[in-house]
C-alpha cells in the first residue's frame, strides 16, 4: 500500500525566516512521482512541482527548493526568506506509474502561517 | 488554457436531498478525477474517467454516489440522499495524457455542506 505522512500539522513562523516541510512516503514500487501542491485558502491546490523516482537531484525554484532522498524516502520542501503570502497549507502527493488510475495518495498536510 | 472550473463553489443542502455538481477540466485533458477532502485532512481519491470511460471507483464512492462524463468533456457528480458525512470539499483534477508522469491540475473545489 502507499503511504504518505507529514508529520507537521502546523508551523508557524516569522516572515523572512527559512522553513522547512516534511514529506515521508511509502511505496513498493520502484518507479513512481512526488508532488508538492500548495492549497491557499480559495481551496483550489496549486501545482508546485513533480519529480521522479529516478532523479535525485535537488531543484530550486526562485525561495522554493525541493530536498529529495530515495534513502530515507523523503522529499522535503524549504521555503527561503518566507513571506505572508506563502501562507496556506500544503500538501505532498505520491503516485504509482502501474496501469491503472494513477491517482495521487495525499499526505494530511501542512498548515504553514507566516506572521509579519 | 483556461484552468479546471468547478460549478458550484459552495452548495448547503439539507440531510436526504440530492445534490449535483459540474466539473469542466482542461480543454483536451483526456483524464478527469474526483477527489474528496474533508477537514484537516488530505483529498483522497473518489473515481476517474478516460474520455467518457469511468474506469475506476473507491470503495469511498457508495451506491448513492454517481458520476458521469459525457462526450468525453465536463463530468458530473451526483450525491443522492445526502447525509450528514457527506458534507467535505468535492475537487475534480484533469490531466493532459495517460502517462504516469503528467500532472493533475485541481479546480477550486466544490464546497459541501449538508445540515
Known amino acids: 500500500a502507499q503511504k504518505v505522512t507529514q508529520a507537521q500539522t502546523e508551523i508557524s513562523v516569522v516572515e523572512k525566516e527559512d522553513v522547512t516541510l516534511d514529506c515521508v512516503y511509502e511505496?513498493?514500487?520502484?518507479?513512481?512521482?512526488l508532488f508538492w501542491y500548495k492549497q491557499p485558502p480559495s481551496g483550489e491546490l496549486v501545482f508546485l512541482i513533480r519529480?521522479?523516482?529516478?532523479?535525485?537531484q535537488n531543484e530550486i525554484s526562485g525561495r522554493y527548493s525541493w530536498n529529495f532522498q530515495k534513502s530515507t524516502s523523503s522529499f522535503n520542501f524549504t521555503i527561503t526568506a518566507s513571506q505572508v503570502v506563502d501562507s496556506a497549507v500544503y500538501f505532498c502527493?505520491?503516485?504509482?506509474?502501474?496501469?491503472?488510475?494513477?491517482?495521487?495518495?495525499f499526505g494530511q498536510g501542512t498548515r504553514l502561517t507566516i506572521n509579519p | 488554457d483556461t484552468g479546471v472550473s468547478q460549478d458550484p463553489r459552495h452548495k448547503i443542502t439539507k440531510r436526504g436531498q440530492n445534490v449535483t455538481f459540474r466539473c469542466d477540466p482542461i480543454?483536451?485533458?483526456?483524464?478527469l478525477y474526483w477527489y474528496r477532502q474533508t477537514l484537516g485532512q488530505g483529498p483522497e481519491f473518489l473515481t476517474y474517467?478516460?474520455?467518457?470511460?469511468?474506469?475506476?471507483k473507491s470503495r469511498l464512492l457508495s451506491d448513492r454516489f454517481s458520476a458521469e462524463r459525457p462526450k468525453g468533456s465536463f463530468s458530473t457528480l451526483e450525491i443522492q440522499r445526502t447525509e450528514q458525512g457527506d458534507s467535505a470539499m468535492y475537487l475534480c483534477?484533469?490531466?493532459?495524457?495517460?502517462?504516469?508522469?503528467?500532472?493533475?491540475?485541481f479546480g477550486p473545489g466544490t464546497r459541501l455542506l449538508v445540515l
Open positions: 502527493a505520491l503516485k504509482s506509474v502501474v496501469q491503472g488510475a494513477q491517482k495521487l495518495v
Open positions: 480543454s483536451e485533458h483526456n483524464r
Open positions: 483534477a484533469s490531466q493532459k495524457e495517460t502517462g504516469s508522469g503528467e500532472t493533475q491540475y
Open positions: 511505496t513498493r514500487d520502484t518507479t513512481y512521482y
Open positions: 474517467f478516460q474520455n467518457e470511460a469511468q474506469l475506476e
Open positions: 519529480r521522479n523516482s529516478f532523479d535525485e
